[in-house]
């Protein structure tokens, strides 16, 4: 895995997280630049899986296994898309709390993927 995107993705879901955060402390639902925001942060996710995929075909391996990689691979994907898609849902402050949530745990699940692969 690429140390750099893994740690740009992280940073960028927790800017994300902080930036619904404060537009959840503000009682502002999730507003259309927020989305803007997780759509960046899920295009870095997606590029991730991609070169992921790739590593894996090619016959490298993670340290702790191809298995839990890869389910971690596609958690981190769907993490802040479903995120979003419930803060659609829920059009208070709520939504944005939900999204702000979101993307600590996408930050989690960056330091377990790097962890994963023998970083």
């Known amino acids: 895995m690429l ?5 740009a993705t992280g940073v960028a879901a927790l800017l994300l997280a902080a930036w619904c955060g404060w537009a959840a402390y503000r009682d502002q639902p999730t507003k259309d630049w927020h989305f803007i925001g997780m ?7 997606l590029v991730q899986l991609v070169i992921g995929i790739v590593q894996l075909a090619r016959g490298e391996k993670p340290e702790q296994g191809t298995t839990i990689f890869v389910a971690y691979l596609l958690g981190a994907f769907v993490c802040v898309p479903v995120a979003g898609f419930m803060s659609l849902a829920e059009r208070t402050r709520w939504g944005s709390v939900t999204v702000a949530a979101g993307g600590v745990v ?14």
């Open 106 to 119: 996408l930050a989690v699940l960056e330091v377990r993927l790097y962890d994963i692969w023998g970083g």
């Open 39 to 45: 759509a960046v942060v899920t295009l870095l996710v």
């Open 3 to 7: 140390a750099a995107l893994t740690l």
